[in-house]
């Protein structure tokens, strides 16, 4: 039933929309492909990833407050729950908000693993289009001669990476400035932030490497793609002159 679902309500669609672009793209390229689905893709995330920056954001406006809170009322749990959601209400802050671009990757990244791996690219499967879907009559897996698309590939899993450690190094000079100014050992949930910053930067980038280079260069090329928006949308919904932003 699941698997059923997942396929009608992601697979099909992903496919037919890869092999839409393969057909549009006058060099008919895979490649050139999953970077143009990454960015509709990213796109229609748009309105939900900007929400995500900005409640960041906000939540980080709100910790002072917080952490007020979190004094008051620490041998009264349900109260400090209470005061916190009513903080939320009132500042119109969805402490969830960036969790939701997270479920919305990882079916991506499994559908286009599954697309190269089973499906058998660059051989079509007539099957799986839908009628208005043009059957490209040549496909080609060759990115400008540089590597198979559907190959592993060491250097592309290492511009993955590269680009997962600027993402993260945007984000941390974005959003977290005062954080990281702090003097450490102020405070536990400072020295957890700090912490996590620095794995989200040095660590999660090499561990990008080696999962991109587990699967074919189209996973990399697609989390690559997709860093690289992630980061010019963090660049643009945090500019001074969004009434949003906080000059820190």
Do not use: C
Not at 145 to 157: G, M, N, Q, R
């Amino acid at each position: 039933m699941i698997s059923n679902v997942f396929h009608a309500i992601v697979y099909e669609p992903l496919y037919n929309g890869l092999v839409f672009l393969i057909d549009l793209i006058p060099t008919h390229n895979v490649g050139l492909a999953v970077i143009a689905l990454t960015i509709v893709v990213r796109l229609i995330l748009y309105p939900s990833t900007r929400n995500a920056i900005i409640s960041q954001m906000k939540l980080k406006e709100l910790q002072p407050e917080i952490e007020d809170i979190n004094k008051t009322h620490k041998d009264n749990k349900e109260e400090k729950a209470r005061k916190t959601l009513e903080l939320y209400r009132s500042k119109k802050v969805n402490p969830f908000a960036p969790i939701f671009p997270l479920f919305f990757q990882l079916p991506i990244v499994i559908t286009l693993y599954y697309i190269f791996a089973s499906s058998g690219l660059p051989v079509i499967n007539h099957d799986l289009l839908y009628s208005f879907v043009h059957f490209p009559e040549i496909v080609s897996t060759n990115f400008f001669s540089l590597f198979d698309i559907t190959e592993k590939s060491w250097p592309v899993a290492v511009v993955a990476g590269l680009s997962q450690f600027v993402q993260a190094y945007v984000y941390r000079r974005r959003t977290d400035v005062k954080a990281l100014r702090k003097p450490s050992g102020t405070s536990f949930q400072a020295d957890f932030e700090r912490s996590m910053n620095v794995q989200m930067q040095y660590v999660f980038p090499i561990l990008i490497i080696f999962f991109a280079h587990s699967f074919s260069a189209a996973i990399a090329l697609y989390w690559t793609t997709t860093n690289l928006f992630s980061i010019m949308q963090e660049l643009i919904t945090h500019r001074p002159k969004n009434p949003n932003f906080t000059n820190r």
